[in-house]
């Protein structure tokens, strides 16, 4: 019987996955909005192909506009969308102890079936690109997207009580019973529960809590953690309390991690309130690191820690703020698949 596992994002790639922004309030309402979103959308894109091949999942009718803005190196997949957060509505892929490549299709009902989302089709995106890229379909009951985990490779995965425990997901579920599918599906045997998410991302547009906005793993032996230093911002108490989780887990399961503060940008709203900029939502790919970038005096900061942790790998800064403004940030529009060996 296969054994499945999901290796570190650092792992080497086949490809990138992205989606096409479509309509709804991610494209927004007006025309330049509308440009906005395609060119952050594409910039991302464009800026991966120039290191691994990239394929773009687009809505029927949207080919001749998504071609006017992606590179000539990009593909595109044609299948239908309501959204375009390839992280959350795709598969989580993984490898299996065999050798060959899987695709983790978890349930997907609009971020835990918030009113305004819908996911009519977005619901089979995870078996299309799964056929697409050729990876075995692993369909599993428990309701999570993609930008819900984050995983070292070696077994580990960062979850919160605010997505997977969440009443509009998975009624009824313990963590035991999480985390026992996270075992069969990922390969994760421990789990590290961070409390909840950013204060923007319980907002109307948020996920409730996405882990991919507080930690990644860089490598198995570090773990980079949002930090918000000013204490008016209601994100410093939330995030303090994240990391003092984290220190107990990591005493409790004697980890060999060491965790990284990556602080917040300085500015800390917009015209809808408190921001979650976060620079922890960036992408690894094949020889480079797409980082989210704020034109902020703690960008130059953010990029040298992120250079420190990915060593080998050029850091790329592209301005998130439209995606952060959308409800997400770089790592939430990618979804990354691995190369098997």
């Known amino acids: 019987m296969t054994t499945w596992r999901m290796p570190i994002e650092g792992h080497e790639q086949e490809r990138l996955w992205l989606a096409w922004p479509t309509g709804g309030y991610t494209l927004g309402d007006t025309d330049a909005e509308a440009e906005e979103a395609r060119r952050t959308w594409a910039s991302v894109a464009n800026a991966a ?6 394929t773009v999942v687009v809505n029927p009718g949207d080919e001749a506009t998504a071609t006017r803005y992606l590179s000539g190196q990009v593909e595109q997949l044609v ?3 309501d959204d375009a957060w390839i992280r959350d509505i795709g598969p ?11 695709a983790v299709n978890f349930v997907f009902n609009g971020w835990g079936a918030q009113d305004w989302a819908s996911w009519e089709h977005d619901q089979h995106i995870g078996r299309i690109v799964a056929e697409a890229a050729g990876a075995t379909l692993i369909d599993s009951e428990m309701t999570n997207e993609g930008g819900g985990i984050q995983v070292d490779g070696t077994g580990r995965v960062v979850v919160t009580r605010t997505v997977q425990l969440d009443p509009g997901r998975n009624p009824g579920w313990t963590a035991e019973r999480v985390e026992a599918e996270l075992e069969r599906t990922i390969g994760a045997t421990s789990a590290l529960w961070l409390p909840r998410g950013l204060t923007r991302d319980h907002d109307t547009f948020g996920t409730r809590g996405h882990a991919d906005i507080l930690a990644a793993f860089p490598s198995p032996h570090a773990l980079l953690m949002h930090a918000q230093l000013d204490a008016g911002h209601p994100d410093h108490l939330i995030a303090q309390t994240n990391r003092t989780v984290a220190e ?5 399961t004697s980890g060999d991690f060491a965790i990284v503060d990556l602080p917040a940008p300085e500015v800390l709203r917009d015209a809808e ?3 979650d900029y ?5 992408v690894v ?3 480079a690191v797409l980082a989210c970038a704020f034109d902020d005096p703690a960008d130059d900061r953010a990029l040298g820690i992120l250079r420190e942790h990915y060593p080998g790998r050029e850091v790329i800064a592209i ?6 403004a959308r409800g997400g940030g770089i790592h939430c529009i990618t979804q990354q698949q691995p190369r098997i060996r």
């Open 248 to 252: 107990q887990y990591r005493s409790n």
């Open 319 to 324: 301005d998130a703020r439209p995606l952060f």
């Open 79 to 81: 299948a239908p969308l």
């Open 278 to 282: 976060s620079y922890v939502n960036h």
């Open 285 to 287: 790919i094949n020889g």
């Open 92 to 102: 989580s892929f993984v490898i299996g102890s065999d050798g060959t490549l899987g």
């Open 49 to 54: 192909s120039e290191f691994q091949p990239v």
């Open 273 to 275: 309130g408190y921001v």
